[in-house]
């Protein structure tokens, strides 16, 4: 079965600092997919990236950044000089491929509490 | 404006009720999902749906119905066999166009009183 563990429940930073939200995922899938969502307060889920297995690349969207490392089974991300607007639940999900369809497997999230 | 609305965004049960949440799309995605959020569990799949007239059960199906009779429409029905119905709900939808990321509306709470 895929599971996808996040193990920081909570982080707290302040403004300005960098900080890491760890992913860790189990899967037997030789091709599979990664995402990263954001929901802030209001609810709805926001898609911040998707890297497949085979492209292992770190990725930088402006002070965003994604450590993808297939040997750990981690697709880590960064968040650079943190902003107050930052704070939200975030999510990493796993594809599962096998049965069709998109379903995703969820990690149980990361609170990132970004303070003035 | 293309996106997923869910409705209600309250919605509160009495005990051995059935209650349904409206969920529509207007991206003319095929496949449409419907997730359910608790404190602490992340979020899990409930059922699924990638045409017109099919579903499928998700991890977390028992109490749940669904009816997906038009593509832009895939309603949840929270019915009295779920126990513990208190939670957030999420409605989501994919294109059929590969592995793409999905579209979530604003969710619904729902809460038994």
């Known amino acids: 079965a895929q599971k996808v563990t996040q193990a920081q429940t909570e982080i707290s930073v302040v403004e300005k600092e960098d900080v890491t939200l760890d992913c860790v995922y189990e899967t037997r899938d030789t091709t599979y997919y990664l995402f990263w969502y954001k929901q802030p307060p209001s609810g709805e889920l926001v898609f911040l990236i998707r890297r497949n297995s085979f492209d292992e690349q770190n990725e930088i969207s402006g002070r965003y950044s994604w450590n993808f490392q297939k040997s750990t089974s981690s697709f880590n991300f960064t968040i650079t000089a943190s902003q107050v607007v930052d704070s939200a639940v975030y999510f990493c999900?796993?594809?599962?491929?096998?049965?069709?369809?998109?379903?995703?497997?969820f990690g149980t999230g990361t609170q990132l509490k970004v303070e003035l | 404006d293309g996106g997923i609305t869910q409705s209600p965004k309250y919605l509160f049960r009495k005990e051995g009720q059935n209650v349904t949440l409206s969920c529509e799309q207007n991206?003319?995605?095929?496949?449409m999902y419907w997730y359910r959020q608790d404190p602490g569990q992340g979020l899990r799949l409930i059922y699924y749906s990638q045409i017109v007239n099919d579903f499928q059960k998700g991890d977390i199906a028992e109490g749940y119905s669904v009816s997906r009779e038009k593509k832009e429409s895939f309603p949840l029905t929270v019915t009295s066999a779920q126990k513990n119905p208190t939670a957030f709900y999420l409605c989501a939808s994919t294109s059929d166009r590969g592995v793409t990321e999905a579209f979530f509306g604003q969710g619904t709470r729902l809460t038994v009183v």
């Open positions: 991206l003319n995605h095929d496949a």
């Open positions: 999900a796993l594809n599962e491929l096998t049965g069709g369809g998109n379903k995703l497997t």
